[in-house]
């Protein structure tokens, strides 16, 4: 075997191990085809710790030992209310940058106060209630679940789901299929979309 033939043989062998490896890597980074954002209130890190005997073995503790947790971390910011809270964990950003900077605050033009995702010009689907009056125009970053559908072409389908509006509302981002919440003066949960007229009629009570 001549040295061309040697070199082009070497840098064959090269390449294709260099495309194995790829294919390893790619393997063993498979998107996760579901990813869940649980937030809650008033939990401190060092409760999955005080109560870990009070956890079952699909939960916490399987989170703990499957999972990455981050214990080195702290709150830079005040007033740590929950929508502030839930901004901040799904944007990555501060109450300065994604502007919510409180449950409330008022206008410092006319006085009048603004609910954090208080939005006077949408309606919910399936719901003439006042709390259907609610999107995530306030929320001025973009969060992690908005990226998720912008990587994927919007095919990714990304729902919120909590009793409080601004909870479901403000994690689920921009963007979503849709959120849930309860309607407090009607007693009922209602499928809440905030995005297009294209999605009239689907919402239901349940």
């Given amino acids: ?90 944007t990555g950003s501060v109450p300065a940058i994604h502007g919510i900077t409180g449950n409330d605050w008022p206008d410092q033009l006319t006085g009048r106060k603004w609910y954090c995702t208080e939005d006077t010009t949408v309606q919910a689907v399936g719901s003439s209630s006042a709390a259907g009056k609610m999107s995530p125009r306030n929320l001025l970053a973009s969060t992690i679940t908005d990226e998720l559908k912008l990587s994927t072409n919007f095919r990714s389908k990304v729902v919120g ?18 959120a849930f919440w309860l309607d407090d003066s009607q007693r009922q949960l209602y499928y809440q979309h905030l995005v297009h007229e294209r999605t009239a009629g689907v919402g239901k009570a349940f």
């Fill in 1 to 90: 075997m001549n040295g061309m033939t040697k070199s082009v043989a070497t840098a064959f062998l090269g390449a294709f191990a260099a495309l194995q490896g790829l294919s390893a890597v790619a393997q063993s980074n498979e998107k996760p085809k579901l990813i869940v954002g649980i937030v809650v209130d008033q939990m401190r890190w060092d409760y999955l710790y005080r109560y870990y005997d009070r956890y079952e073995a699909g939960g916490f503790k399987r989170m703990l030992g499957d999972g990455f947790s981050c214990e080195n971390t702290f709150i830079s910011h005040l007033p740590s209310f929950t929508a502030v809270g839930h901004s901040t964990i799904y």
């Fill in 161 to 178: 789901v909590s009793l409080k509006d601004r909870a479901s509302i403000l994690p689920a981002g921009h963007t979503p299929n849709g």
